[in-house]
T-cell receptor, first 112, second 115 residues
Framework: DQQVKQNSPSLSVQEGRISILNCDYT??????FLWYKKYPAEGPTFLIS?????DKNEDGRFTVFLNKSAKHLSLHIVPSQPGDSAVYFC???????????FGTGTLLAVQP | DTAVSQTPKYLVTQMGNDKSIKCEQN?????MYWYKQDSKKFLKIMFS???????INETVPNRFSPKSPDKAHLNLHINSLELGDSAVYFC??????????????FGPGTRLTVL
């Protein structure tokens, strides 16, 4: 029962263009959402987060959008850079514990 | 000045052996976690400790036993290793729950291979 889904296993984008990574969730109790970036042979690195009381959070080139009615969030990276090439994980949490539920990841390849 | 560190980075061992993975964080966090990333790349939580007390145990076999000697360390002991235990194990830490930041910081991972 995959509560957090990333339906695109991979995405290829040209340098300078926008990358849009999508994530869907099923549990309406989730109230905090995060994006992590992971390079090979390294641990996930926190990128950006959003609380369910907001619908947008921006940090430099990264913006996360939350659509609670659709149970959907997305990560926009603009402009995309070759160094952004990595696996991006969406994660969600809610309730009394800090348990994070992760999606399966999307491999982003930014072509020079 | 690594925030969350794990040792060893790679661990190759025979079925039936007992092994340990160590984790340390210098972020001053009270809560630490162990995650398993299997061959299908699913990242799933195994355990969580808050200030040395177990708060999450995700139906992990009792061959896996976390031990937290202090709030900066959370070690993972695995007894009677099985082939299916082969995975990458990640340690993480976060701020105390009352802050509810839910932002977890991960170590570099330990790739365990059971032969």
């Amino acid at each position: 029962d995959q509560q957090v889904k990333q339906n695109s296993p991979s995405l290829s984008v040209q340098e300078g263009r926008i990358s849009i990574l999508n994530c869907d969730y099923t549990n309406s109790m989730f109230d905090y959402f995060l994006w992590y970036k992971k390079y090979p042979a390294e641990g996930p690195t926190f990128l950006i987060s959003i609380s369910s009381i907001k619908d947008k959070n921006e940090d430099g080139r990264f913006t996360v959008f939350l659509n609670k009615s659709a149970k959907h969030l997305s990560l926009h990276i603009v402009p995309s850079q070759p160094g952004d090439s990595a696996v991006y994980f969406c994660a969600a949490s809610g309730g009394a514990t800090n348990k994070l539920i992760f999606g399966t990841g999307t491999l982003l390849a930014v072509q020079p | 000045d690594t925030a969350v560190s794990q040792t060893p980075k790679y661990l190759v061992t025979q079925m039936g052996n007992d092994k340990s993975i160590k984790c340390e964080q210098n972020l001053g966090h009270d809560t630490m976690y162990w995650y398993k990333q299997d061959s299908k790349k699913f990242l799933k939580i195994m355990f969580s400790y808050n200030n040395k007390e177990l708060i999450i145990n995700e139906t992990v076999p009792n061959r896996f036993s976390p031990k937290s000697p202090d709030k900066a360390h959370l070690n993972l002991h695995i007894n009677s290793l099985e082939l299916g235990d082969s995975a990458v194990y990640f340690c993480a830490s976060s701020q105390p729950i009352p802050f509810h930041t839910d932002t977890q910081y991960f170590g570099p991972g330990t790739r365990l291979t059971v032969l």
